[in-house]
C-alpha cells in the first residue's frame, strides 16, 4: 500500500459512515456492538478525530466489514448515499405545532442546512439571529406562509420562494391551515 497517510484519513470518515447506513445502525447500536462511545463513533465519522488501530478494530468488526478494505482507494464506481423517509432525523419540540425534518447530512451542521418544514394550523417556528451574514431561502411547498426577518414581513402561497436575513429575530408561520416548506439555512 503506496497511498499516503493523509488520504486514508480523509476517507475514513465516509467509508466508516457508510457501513454503518448501509447495515441500518444507529450510532448507538454502533457504540454497543463495538464498545467505542456513541461520541467517539460520532465524531470519527466526523472527521474530527482519527482512531486507534484498535478502535478501528472494534468498529469494523462491529460493522463486519474488512479492516483493509475500509482503508483502500474506492473502486472508482459512481455511488449514491440515500437516506430512507424513516431515517430522516426530526424534531418535534421546537416551535409550536411544527415538525422539522433535518435533510442535510450532520458534517453540515453551522453551514449549510436544509430542512423540511410541516406545520399544523396555526403553527409557527420562531427563531433568534443566528450567526452574523446568517441567510435564508424558504419555498412554500404546501399551503401558505407568513415569513417575519427582523421588521419585515412577507406572506407566501404555494410555489413562492423568499431570501431574507437569518442574523436577526425571524419566524416563520402558517396562514390559512397546514403547510409545508422547504429552507436552507446558510450560515456565513
Given at each position: 500500500m503506496?497511498?499516503?497517510s493523509n488520504d486514508i484519513l480523509t476517507r475514513l470518515p465516509a467509508r466508516l459512515k457508510e457501513a454503518r447506513r448501509a447495515k441500518g445502525l444507529s450510532l448507538e447500536a454502533v457504540a454497543n456492538l463495538s464498545g467505542v462511545s456513541r461520541?467517539?463513533?460520532s465524531?470519527?465519522?466526523r472527521g474530527e478525530s482519527s482512531p486507534t488501530i484498535s478502535t478501528l478494530w472494534n468498529l469494523t468488526r462491529a460493522l463486519q466489514v474488512d479492516f483493509a478494505g475500509l482503508l483502500e482507494e474506492a473502486d472508482g464506481t459512481d455511488q449514491i448515499e440515500v437516506l430512507r423517509n424513516s431515517e430522516v432525523p426530526s424534531i418535534d419540540n421546537m416551535g409550536q405545532a411544527c415538525r422539522i425534518?433535518?435533510?442535510s447530512p450532520p458534517e453540515e451542521a453551522g453551514g449549510h442546512e436544509v430542512y423540511d418544514i410541516s406545520?399544523?394550523?396555526d403553527g409557527a417556528l420562531n427563531s433568534q439571529p443566528h450567526t452574523r451574514g446568517a441567510q435564508e431561502q424558504l419555498t412554500v411547498l404546501e399551503?401558505?406562509?407568513r415569513v417575519t426577518s427582523g421588521t419585515a414581513t412577507m406572506d407566501l402561497r404555494q410555489g413562492d420562494t423568499a431570501r431574507?436575513?437569518?442574523d436577526v429575530l425571524h419566524s416563520i408561520s402558517s396562514l390559512d391551515g397546514p403547510a409545508?416548506?422547504?429552507l436552507i439555512v446558510k450560515n456565513a
Open positions: 503506496t497511498e499516503d461520541s467517539m463513533v465524531q470519527i465519522e425534518r433535518i435533510l406545520f399544523d394550523r399551503g401558505s406562509v431574507y436575513a437569518a409545508r416548506v422547504f
